[in-house]
Each structure stands twice: as structure tokens, then as C-alpha cells.
């Protein structure tokens, strides 16, 4: 949530910012505003999409310079307003600051701020910063020494960029737990960020060097370089990283939407996920770091995560206890630490997270590690929080994903975790060799069924026109049909706004039932798997309700048609994989629901891509 850019070059630096931030949009934002230096401090910013600071831009232009900052704002401290955008200045307006996350001790800060003379002007705890430093840089010698003195007297988790007047040719940034990410080309610019995707769209040739900002570190640049500090002022080396996301990976590519774009990715993000970790029928994953004498000690795993990671997790739990026999607790990220979750080292702990900067999701695996346990974070972003502080670490290599609801994140979390419970399984020697062979050439075959669950598009689209006005939506599955139900669910009030609930099928007759009536839709998962009798019966109980049955059911089904007002068929998958090809419909229906009902699919609202805040 939230996006920061700045710029530092020999280039006009504003049409560089509002490009950054233009690939920043997919983050979630209610308000957006700029910052350039020449001579003075000119600030510009409005509440709404860019396309109204945009506008303000032409009504009343900023001054030409080469250094300049930029921030989108999702709204914690204070209205979406135009006063409470970002950036913020000092008293005399010389200072400006941008900020994700959140400041813990604002209201103390503020009260001694106000009490020393200092006059506020938003609701936010932003502002507190920009007045902070206001004191600090009267006593600095530079204006990164000020906001390592400022930042000693901060509490929360943030991630802040400073621009001041006095000092026009510095940015200065640093990472409290909120990610920002460093770029740097040969002819001396260089850019800060908060997410990679703001950095791939400037006019250079050359790739940029990429530099992830460590936690506590400072990052100072100038035309002269960057340096990069610990808050005790010492210098810290630059440690680059590879990243192999380009400028067309990161555009829409003639599709409508992102998330569209990112639908029809999905076996080839799949098949990268897959590739190079199978070797000689067996899998290899160096990558890990976790020793493999350390995996044959662990006694329980546990799984945390939020929203559509958590509900990978879910199917991760069944593959990790069927193919190993070890117990799994899958825990909201969000809830793990607080409620005192018994871990040491015989524990394993699964933290997944796309962006790897998911707040929740990285306190739950430092809550982890401090209890001893071994942490593998699974996250699609190279050189994230999450990554560098785990213990061992499994890419996903899905690209980078724009839309705001998770698509093929999802399908290739799902993938990951079903690789990690089959590496447990081989090192543990739970399975025989030609068992994991078997599910391994199970999961090759992943991509092309997944091609012809998205072929499938006409017929959900037909379907997505007989819910476009409905104002309930129930989903309901059993084993691994459950979590793609929950996903189903999720997608479709995150993208369409409508009502929808998931519940296990079995679930149905201890309350949910009495939901049901003529006409309600009743979206069921009833593919071939262990439970499908079941699951069929659960469907002639809401059938002989009234409700609407939309099944997704295996190619070649008959007996659900019977019952079934729409069936929509994907191909057979084994059980415990069967999650990554049912959800393609189910992705697919609702963002067909929500463009039928005038949704902006890659944006919804009061959503970010990535939370970062608790």
C-alpha cells in the first residue's frame, strides 16, 4: 500500500516520478502529491487517482529540476483528503517528507511538537516527521545525520524519504520494516522506490543496478553516489541483486485489465516455478538454505500467511500432512503471534507472502525465529523483507503481478508449497522415490491444464451475466475444494463488491442452510476427488432449496449436470493439485462479474497490493 518515489539525475526529474508512480497505481492509493527542489520547495498534490494531480500539474506547473519526490497514499491517519496527502512539510517549508507505514508514538509526538511552537496542518502522523526534522536539522551537519537523529525517537514500522531545500542535491530514505528498494545507472542518477515495478519505466537503455534498502538502514543520494548506512551513521556495503522483470512484463500488453494479463500467465508462471528444481525424478532445492538433517528433525509445521496467501496455505497443509504425515496448524498471520503459539527448533514455520513485505505475515515469522523455529518464506519478490530474514527462502518467480487481487501468485504459491511438502516428504523418506517421481510429473503436467481451464472462458462468461446482479453469493467445497471455495469467495467481493461467503459443504446444515432461498447462487466445487459423493449431496441439499448451482466439475461429468443449472468443467487434476486448476474459473468469474458491473478490476476499492501496515 502506499507508493514512494524519488529521483536524483542529470534529467528533468517530475516526468520520472509521475511515471514511478504511474506503476505504482496497482498498490492501492486515495490521494497522490510531488515534491521538486529549485531554489525553494515547490509542492503539489491532490485527494483522487493521479489523473487530478495530473491536472494540477497543467493549472499550475512545478519548476523544471532534476530532483524531485512523489507518493501515492492509502489512508490510515486521516481522510483521503488533499490536506492529509503526502508529502508534508516543515513550519517554513522547507522540509518535505514522504512516508508508508505507520508512526506508533505520533500523538506523543505531536503533543511536545505542538508545545514547542510547531503548527499542524493535517490529521496525519506523517507530519510529525516533517516537523521533527525541522528541529533535528538546525543542530546536523547533513541532512542524513537529521533523519538518523529524527528516526531515533520513532516507534512503528515505516519507510520514509526526505527532500529539503537547505540541502537540494540529496534524497535521503530509510527502511523501518516498510520496503524500499534502490536504483542506480552509470550516468549518475539514481532512483528510490517502494517497489521494484516504479523503477523499469525510465527512458535509460542500460538496466538499472538494483540495491534493496536492509532493515534499519539508511540510504543517502546524491549526483555523487549512494551510500548506504546503519542508524548508527557506520557505512554498510551495497549488495545488488538480480531481478529479471522488464518494462513489457509490467504493462498491460493490449489487455484490458492487469489481472486479465495475469490470468492467461499463469501456466507459463507456473512452469517457471517448476523449472530447475526436478532433477533425475527427485527434486533439488539448494535454495532453501534449511539443511536437510534440520527438515528430518521437525516435528510440526506451521503455516502463516493473509487473504489469498493464507487460503495457498490451506491447500499446502493437506499435501504437507498427506505426503509426509506431519501435523500442520495454518494460522492467519495476523492472529499467529498473539495468541502464544508453541514453536522451537524442531518446528517448522512457512511464512507466504507475494510482495514479502506483508506486515502481518513478516512480524509472524520474526515471532517465529525468535522462538527458535526454522522460518522458509515462500515470496515472489527477490530481495524482500521476508527473503533476507528467513532462514531459507522459495521463489515463485511469477513476475511481477500488477492487479490488486492475487492471480497468479496464487496458482504458483500453491505450486511452491506443494514442492516444499515434496521435498519434506523425499528427505524424510516418507514417500518412495518413484511415488514423488509420479506427483512430480503431476505438477509438469500443471501448465497445459491450466491453459485449458482459461480456454474455457466463453462459458464462464456466460455465467458471470446471470450474477452480475446478484446481491449473495455462497460458495461451498470440501478437501481441497474448500480453499479454492474461500478463494472464489475473496475474488469475487474483492473484485465485484458483491456479498459472497465460503463455507466447507459439510458445514451447511449447522446454520449456513438457512441462507438459503429461490433463486440465491450456490457456486460448488464438485470435481472427482475422495469426497465427491458428499459433495454431491451437498448440492441437492441447496438444490432442494432453490438455490442457482454453478458447479465446477471435472471434463466429462455427468451426474452433477443433472442437478447443476451451470456447469463449468476443467480438466481431471489429481486431488491434492486440483486447486490450481479449479480456481481459473473462479478467477475468471469474477472478473467478468465485475466488468459486467463497471468494477475497476486491477484497483478495487479500499484494497492495496501490499499491506504494510498492521
Given amino acids: 500500500m502506499c507508493g514512494i518515489v524519488g529521483y536524483v539525475g542529470p534529467d528533468q526529474a517530475l516526468p520520472i516520478v509521475m511515471e514511478g508512480l504511474r506503476r505504482l497505481e496497482y498498490r492501492g492509493y486515495d490521494s497522490a502529491g510531488i515534491a521538486v527542489v529549485d531554489g525553494g520547495l515547490a509542492v503539489r498534490k491532490r485527494a483522487g487517482k493521479l489523473a487530478e494531480l495530473e491536472s494540477l500539474l497543467i493549472e499550475q506547473p512545478a519548476p523544471g529540476a532534476t530532483i524531485a519526490i512523489g507518493h501515492t497514499r492509502w489512508a490510515t491517519h486521516g481522510a483521503p483528503t488533499e490536506g492529509n496527502a503526502h508529502p508534508h512539510l516543515d513550519c517554513d517549508g ?70 529539503s531545500s537547505d540541502h537540494p542535491d540529496e534524497l535521503v530514505g530509510v527502511k523501518v520494516s516498510s520496503p524500499l528498494v534502490v536504483a542506480m545507472w552509470d550516468d549518475g542518477a539514481a532512483m528510490l522506490a517502494s517497489d521494484i515495478p516504479a523503477l523499469l519505466g525510465t527512458d535509460h537503455v542500460a538496466r538499472p543496478t538494483i540495491v534493496p534498502v536492509e532493515e534499519g538502514r539508511l540510504v543517502s543520494i ?34 484490458p485489465y492487469f489481472m486479465r494479463k ?64 506431519l501435523p500442520v496448524e495454518i494460522e492467519i498471520a495476523s492472529e499467529f503471534r498473539y495468541r502464544d503459539p508453541v514453536l522451537g527448533p524442531d518446528t517448522l514455520t512457512v511464512a507466504v507472502s507475494q510482495s514479502g513485505e506483508t506486515i502481518d505475515t513478516l512480524e509472524a515469522a520474526r515471532h517465529a525465529a525468535r522462538q527458535g523455529s526454522q522460518v522458509l518464506a515462500v515470496t515472489n519478490t527477490v530481495g524482500s523483507s521476508l527473503a533476507r530474514e528467513a532462514d531459507g527462502v522459495f521463489y515463485t518467480h511469477a513476475g511481477p503481478e500488477i492487479g490488486v487481487a492475487a492471480s497468479k501468485t496464487f496458482a504458483t504459491q500453491m505450486v511452491a508449497q506443494e514442492l516444499v511438502a515434496l521435498y ?17 510429473a503431476d505438477l509438469d503436467e500443471l ?41 472464489g469467495a475473496l475474488k469475487l467481493k474483492e473484485l465485484s463488491y458483491i456479498h459472497a461467503e465460503a463455507y466447507p459443504a459439510g458445514e451447511l446444515k449447522h446454520g449456513p442452510i438457512a441462507l438459503i432461498e429461490d433463486g440465491v447462487p450456490v457456486v460448488a466445487i464438485a470435481t472427482r476427488c475422495h469426497v465427491y459423493p458428499k459433495m454431491l449431496s451437498n448440492i441437492q441439499e441447496v438444490k432442494a432449496r432453490g438455490a442457482s448451482v454453478i458447479a465446477i466439475v471435472t471434463e466429462g461429468d455427468t451426474e452433477v449436470a443433472r442437478v447443476a443449472d451451470h456447469v463449468l ?32 478490476v ?13
Fill in 569 to 600: 468443467e476443467v480438466p481431471e487434476t489429481p486431488e491434492l493439485l486440483s486447486p490450481v486448476v479449479v480456481t481459473v474459473p473462479l478467477q475468471l468469474l469474477a472478473y467478468h462479474v465485475a466488468v459486467l458491473r463497471g468494477c475497476d
Fill in 424 to 440: 519434506l516428504a523425499q528427505v524424510r523418506a516418507a514417500k518412495f522415490p518413484e511415488e514423488i517421481a509420479e506427483v512430480l
Fill in 94 to 163: 522547507r522540509v518535505a517528507v514522504i512516508h508508508n507505514g505507520i508512526i506508533e508514538n505520533f500523538q506523543e509526538l505531536r503533543a511536545r511538537l505542538e508545545k514547542n511552537g510547531h503548527a499542524f496542518v493535517s490529521d496525519t502522523d506523517t507530519e510529525c516527521v516533517a516537523h521533527l526534522l525541522e528541529e533535528k536539522l538546525a543542530g546536523a551537519g547533513s541532512l542524513a545525520e537529521a533523519v538518523r537523529a529524527a528516526v531515533g525517537e520513532l516507534d512503528g514500522s515505516y519507510a520514509l524519504v526526505v527532500l
Fill in 447 to 487: 501448465p497445459a491444464k491450466v491453459a485449458l481451464a482459461i480456454a474455457s472462458e466463453d462459458r464462464v462468461r456466460a455465467v458471470a451475466e446471470r450474477l452480475a446482479d446478484a446481491r449473495d453469493v455462497f460458495f461451498i467445497g470440501r478437501h481441497t475444494g474448500y480453499p479454492a471455495a474461500l478463494e
Fill in 262 to 325: 495475469e490470468i492467461d500467465e499463469q501456466p507459463a508462471a507456473i512452469r517457471d516455478t517448476l523449472a530447475g528444481r526436478v532433477h533425475a525424478g527427485g527434486l533439488q532445492l539448494d535454495e532453501l538454505r534449511v539443511p536437510d538433517d534440520a527438515l528430518r528433525e521437525v516435528s510440526k509445521v506451521f503455516v502463516v500467511a493473509c487473504g489469498t496467501a493464507f487460503h495457498s496455505g490451506l491447500v499446502a497443509k493437506y499435501a504437507i500432512e498427506h505426503w509426509t504425515r
Fill in 602 to 614: 486491477d484497483r478495487p476499492r479500499n484494497l492495496a497490493k501490499s499491506v504494510t501496515v498492521e
Fill in 222 to 255: 546524491t549526483r555523487d553516489g549512494v551510500a548506504l548506512l546503519d542508524l548508527g551513521g557506520a557505512d554498510v556495503p551495497l549488495r545488488p541483486i538480480e531481478v529479471d522483470w522488464n518494462v513489457a512484463e509490467a504493462q498491460k500488453g493490449g489487455y
